[in-house]
Each structure stands twice: as C-alpha cells, then as structure tokens.
C-alpha cells in the first residue's frame, strides 16, 4: 500500500529539491569549469594525439543555466513521482543524487569526461544518506539487521557492478574507468533497493545507449568507429529503474 506523504515530508522533499537544483547552478557549475579549465590547460600541456585530446562539444550544455536548468527537470520529475507514490525517504535520498549525476552526465555528453569529483560527492551522499535512514530507522524500533543490511547490501552492489563493468571495459569495448566508476556510484544508490533493482538499472543504461547509437548510425550522426557517451545512458537506466523499484 502506498504512504501518503505527510507535509512535513512534502515540505523537506520541496526544500531539497530547491537546493539541489540551486547547488547544480551554483557551485557544482564552478567546480564543472573549474575541471574543464584543467583538463583543457593538461591536454595543451602534454601535447595529446588527436585520439586522446580534450574536445569539448555542446560548451553551452555546461554553464550555469544548463546544469540548472537539467537539475531542475530531473529533480522535478524525480521529486513529482515520489511524492505522489508517498517514498518520501527515498526521493529525499535520490533528489541530489540525480541532481549530481545530471551535472557529471552533461560533461560525460560535452566531452566524454566523468570528473571523480562529482562521481565521489554523489557516492558519499548516498552513503551518508542511507545510513542516516538506517540509523533513523533503528531508533524507530528496527532491528540492527534489518536496518543495516541495505546499506551492506549497498556497498556490495556498488563493487559488484563497478567491478563487472571494469572486466567489460579491459577489453576493446570503448568503456572508460569513469564509466565504471559510474556505475559503482549507481550500484551503491540502487543497491538500497536490492540488487535486482541495481541489474535492471545497469542493463537498462547499456540498452539505451545502444538503441541510440543504432538510430544515430541509420540516420548518419556517427559512424560504426565514433564513440558516443555511455554515462548518461547508464544514469537514465538506473533512473528508471529506480521509479520501477521504488514502490514497497
């Protein structure tokens, strides 16, 4: 049976939602420029081939107003659904984890790059996050079992699928490490979930990207030797697999 969201619960839900989306604009945005700026001031440096040179497209999708303007739609879509399925906890816990991984995607997008910093502000969020439910929870008369062993179970499926996509990506796969960085992050946010939820979000993502890699072959935009960005693909999957999963 679905809860009904209390409005105190409504009220944080809004509340996060507003500074997420405020955050992406703000200084997730200058760390964003900030890395670009390095990583553009590197590549000059070390006089990289043309194969592993920074090119940077779409440069608009990374300012301020973009990286706002995509947090506020994924958060808001995010936040609509679980408040009016009543997982009020739960969309407390993903609002800024997909306002996070919304910023990391854009860059992935604009220049196949995945910073660590954001990957690592996203994993200790949620990590904090869910452990701060746990230990809500014990207080509210749970068990030490019952309540920590989503947050165990987390932990694992973030190695088990960071681990499963590293072994993909040493082979020729066009797999990079920030792709299986990635999906340790998603691993450990729907590994609260279970792992089912944690497979489907995976699959889902490589299932994505390769629907689109086949339109965007047909229709001519890249060819069979062109890399496309896989992370925000992997992200989409586990976001829709979290609105699946969500739901007691």
């Known amino acids: 049976m679905v809860e009904i969201v209390s409005p105190v619960m409504l009220a944080s839900v809004i509340a996060v939602c507003l500074v997420s989306v405020g955050a992406a604009a703000g200084p997730v945005a200058k760390e964003v420029a900030s890395y670009l700026a390095g990583k553009e001031l590197q590549a000059r440096r070390s006089c990289e081939t043309v194969d592993d040179a920074l090119v ?5 999708l990374l300012s301020p107003v973009a990286l706002g303007s995509v947090a506020g739609v994924t958060c808001g879509l995010t936040a609509a659904w679980g408040v009016g399925r009543g997982v009020g906890s739960l969309t407390i816990i993903a609002v800024p ?8 995607c854009c860059v992935d997008a604009a220049c196949h790059r995945l ?16 452990a701060a439910a746990a230990v809500i929870g014990l207080a509210a008369a749970g068990t030490p079992a019952t309540t920590a062993w989503p947050v165990l179970r987390a932990v694992l499926c973030a190695g088990g699928a960071g681990g499963l996509v590293l072994l993909a990506a040493l082979v020729p ?5 920030g792709d299986v960085k990635l999906s340790a992050v998603l691993g450990l946010w729907l590994g609260h979930l279970g792992v089912a939820a944690v497979v489907a979000g995976i ?24 890399h496309i960005a896989l992370g925000p693909y992997l992200a989409a999957g586990a976001w ?8 007691p």
């Open 173 to 177: 796969s066009g797999l990079g490490m």
């Open 115 to 130: 910073p660590n910093r954001l990957l690592a502000a996203t994993a200790c969020w949620v990590l904090a996050a869910e």
């Open 56 to 60: 940077v497209r779409h440069r608009w």
């Open 203 to 226: 699959v889902l993502g490589f299932v994505l990207a390769g629907v689109v890699a086949i339109v965007l072959m047909i229709a001519g935009v890249v060819d069979r030797k062109q």
């Open 97 to 104: 984890t997909v306002a996070l991984l919304s910023a990391a």
């Open 240 to 247: 829709l697999s979290w609105i699946l999963e969500a739901v």
